[in-house]
């Protein structure tokens, strides 16, 4: 059986809830998207979690396809095109992934 837990990180004095699911934690999921998106980036902004992906980057339909097909690899999971074509941040795609780890 397999259980969730959270546990709450304060730093710089901002306090994060990290969920951790199956071993994989929030932060963990979006710095490995930020990574993949990391060559796409434009001008000095970061790549955080409410970035657009298909309108803040320099990225096109088949590289996030691509992209896709890597972290569904790296994390065990399969994102339906349908799910695929509702996910515009970078928040949405590692929720979808930590949902859909938290489901098998």
């Not at 980057?57 to 509702?86: C, Q």
């Amino acid at each position: 059986m397999r259980t969730a837990h959270e546990l709450t990180v304060e730093n710089d004095g901002i306090a994060d809830t990290l969920t951790l699911t199956r071993g994989v934690s929030r932060a963990e999921v979006i710095r490995e998207i930020c990574v993949h998106l990391e060559p796409y980036q434009t001008g000095e902004k970061p790549i955080a979690g409410d970035t657009v992906i298909a309108k803040d980057l320099t990225i096109d339909s088949l590289a996030i396809m691509d992209m896709v097909m890597e972290l569904e690899d790296r994390f065990d999971v399969s994102i339906p095109m349908s799910v695929v074509a509702e996910i515009h941040t970078v928040d949405q795609l590692a929720d979808t992934i930590r949902d859909l780890r938290a489901q098998s």
